[in-house]
């Protein structure tokens, strides 16, 4: 399995962007998936997860209601849409991969993780 994240980018406070995550590998739809953020200096935090068929999600308090989780099973993709940013978000962003229903938050349950996408909101 591999993973790589890509839409990352430098947007203002207020803007927003969309992260897109691809999976390469067998059984997508085996895999529940996940977004993190590692800040400088910070440990790895979760911020959302969608179930392997995506009838449940789970968010960090910090972006309910602004942030997005979505995935395309017919494409073995996986989004995380980002609205209302603010300066607090700017982050290094991850997807991973869980073999299992989900969603979770616990990072240790993902196996898988791809590289990291730059996020930087600017106040």
């Known amino acids: 399995v591999q993973l790589q994240a890509s839409g990352g980018g430098l947007v203002q406070a207020g803007g927003s962007l969309k992260l897109t995550c691809q999976f390469s590998g067998r059984a997508f739809r085996g895999y529940s998936m996940g977004w993190f953020r590692q800040a400088p200096g910070k440990e790895r935090d979760f911020v959302a997860a969608?179930?392997?068929?995506?009838?449940?999600?789970d968010y960090t308090d910090s972006v309910k209601g602004r942030f997005t989780i979505s995935r395309d099973n017919t494409k073995n993709m996986v989004y995380l849409q980002m609205s209302s940013l603010k300066p607090e978000d700017t982050a290094v962003y991850y997807c991973?991969?869980?073999w299992g229903l989900g969603p979770t938050a616990l990072r240790d349950e993902y196996r898988y993780r791809g590289q990291g996408t730059q996020v930087t909101v600017s106040s």
């Open positions: 991973a991969a869980n």
């Open positions: 969608i179930s392997l068929s995506a009838d449940a999600t």
